[in-house]
């Protein structure tokens, strides 16, 4: 079991979800690639998205399988151990697509907590 406390964590994740989101706004994917700050921020912003996941453990995970904690926590090792591999564009889709479709299972489970 995690010793975070799991709405602590869970409020973390959706805020850094949220940050990674608003990152996108206003901007495309080519002013991605071109704007190191941005991408720079970018890469951080989904890291600790998924650093939260992971913190919350397996056992939390298999409780609410309504959240794509595989894919989120995998998005957390590539920016951390693979960066050289991920693509503008998959950043992109998931700071712009994937994120923003799990933040209202967070928040429905952070009702239930």
Avoid: C
Wanted: charge should be negative; proline fraction near 5%.
């Amino acid at each position: 079991m995690s010793e975070h406390d799991p709405r602590i964590t869970l409020i973390q994740m959706r805020d850094f979800a949220e940050r990674a989101h608003a990152i996108t706004q206003g901007r495309t994917v080519e002013q991605l690639s071109s704007d190191y700050l941005v991408r720079a921020a970018l890469e951080r912003t989904v890291e600790l998205v998924g650093e939260a996941a992971n913190r919350l453990g397996r056992p939390f995970h298999d409780a609410h399988p309504e959240i794509p904690w595989h894919r989120i926590v995998g998005m957390r090792n590539i920016l951390a151990h693979g960066y050289e591999n991920i693509s503008d564009q998959v950043l992109w889709d998931t700071a712009s697509k994937s994120i923003p479709e799990f933040i209202p299972a967070i928040d429905q489970l952070l009702d239930t907590l």
